[in-house]
């Protein structure tokens, strides 16, 4: 029951954001310019001027009564890097009760998993790397929901949609997100949020924007591995977007299977280790970016008009897909 109750004030953040801003929150800041030329690709990953920034997460720190927190990130700059070596393990920016603080945001966090301060100790060991590492900070149990429809480019393939997704700020890569929330306008030295709930044009009672997200046991409290898998970055910092970062704060129900040509993706029961088929050649599977609680048989979901739903495991990705895009047309009957 906490973890329906936490999620429904998530969804009521969300909407306390639109009533004051007009819009939507994205999907996280952006940084502080991008030229007409700067389009992140997997060709291009170590240029993280572009990506590694705030996430919604953090974006949405004063409508769930954590002020100060965010103060500390305006304090620190909304568009900066959020790169090991400069946030998490700067203690010129942090101190420990700070770095506590930051984990200990209840709202945040599915007392069925766990409870208390959660969130990474300092490893200066992952300093320095650009961007196929863990980022250090405060962890949390839910994602929010993009989407890249099966209609994007051939190269958003299972290995790379969510880099496209986050690290790229343009119109062009924007209208390939088909997901509720999206990457911000970004202008010199600020940013502004994209969309209007105009945007969820099958209905707010059609569109999900948050689930408890599937992390492996073997992989719960851990971001310490300087590698290119999303398993290891999946109970990473939730502030940070950009990269393999993404996979701590957000999930997507359009993974696109570039192996076997098919959307794919899945609800777990968390408990459960390596609950995903290992269908795709990228290191790590599919895997880490499903859904799933430690509840038993389902999964809980905040919708587009603030009610939570508690789904079973066994819901088809047809239903959960159409569920996950703001404009695919269908109505669905939830089970």
Not at 46 to 74: C, F, H, M, T
Not at 135 to 145: E, M, S, T, V
Not at 232 to 256: E, K, M, P, Q
């Amino acid at each position: 029951m906490q973890c329906i109750n936490h999620l429904k004030q998530i969804g009521i953040a969300v909407h306390n954001f639109h009533d004051t801003k007009g819009t939507l929150p994205p999907t996280g800041t952006g940084p502080t310019s991008v030229s007409s030329s700067a389009m992140v690709t997997v060709a291009t990953p170590n240029d993280s001027s572009q990506y590694l920034r705030l996430s919604l997460w953090g974006i949405i720190y004063p409508y769930i009564e954590q002020n100060a927190l965010y103060q500390k990130l305006v304090d620190y700059g909304l568009q900066k890097s959020l790169k090991n070596d400069d946030f998490w393990n700067n203690n010129s920016v942090l101190t420990e009760e700070e770095r506590k603080g930051f984990g200990s945001v209840p709202v945040y966090l599915c007392p069925t998993r766990r409870g208390g301060s959660q969130y990474c100790p300092v490893d200066t060991t992952l300093n320095g790397h650009d961007w196929y590492t863990g980022y250090l900070g405060p962890r949390g149990d839910y994602a929010f929901i993009y989407g890249v429809p099966s209609d994007a480019p051939n190269s958003y393939s299972d290995t790379t949609c969510h880099q496209y997704s986050f690290n790229n700020f343009h119109d062009a890569q924007a209208s390939y997100q088909r997901g509720p929330f999206r990457a911000p306008l970004v202008e010199t030295n600020t940013w502004m949020p994209r969309d209007s709930m105009a945007w969820i044009q099958d209905g707010t009672s059609n569109q999900i924007l948050f689930g408890e997200k599937h992390i492996p046991e073997t992989f719960l409290d851990r971001c310490d591995t300087p590698t290119m898998e999303g398993r290891f970055t999946a109970d990473c910092s939730i502030l940070v977007i950009g990269n393999w970062a993404s996979v701590a704060s957000a999930r997507t129900f359009h993974a696109y299977n570039n192996s076997v040509g098919t959307l794919v993706n899945n609800i777990h029961y968390g408990e459960i280790n390596a609950t995903y088929p290992e269908t795709s050649t990228s290191p790590g599977g599919l895997w880490h970016y499903s859904f799933g609680g430690y509840h038993p048989d389902i999964c809980n979901f905040v919708l587009g008009d603030g009610s939570v739903r508690s789904l079973p495991l066994t819901t088809p990705y047809q239903t959960i897909g159409k569920l996950g895009h703001v404009s695919d047309g269908t109505t669905v009957t939830l089970p």
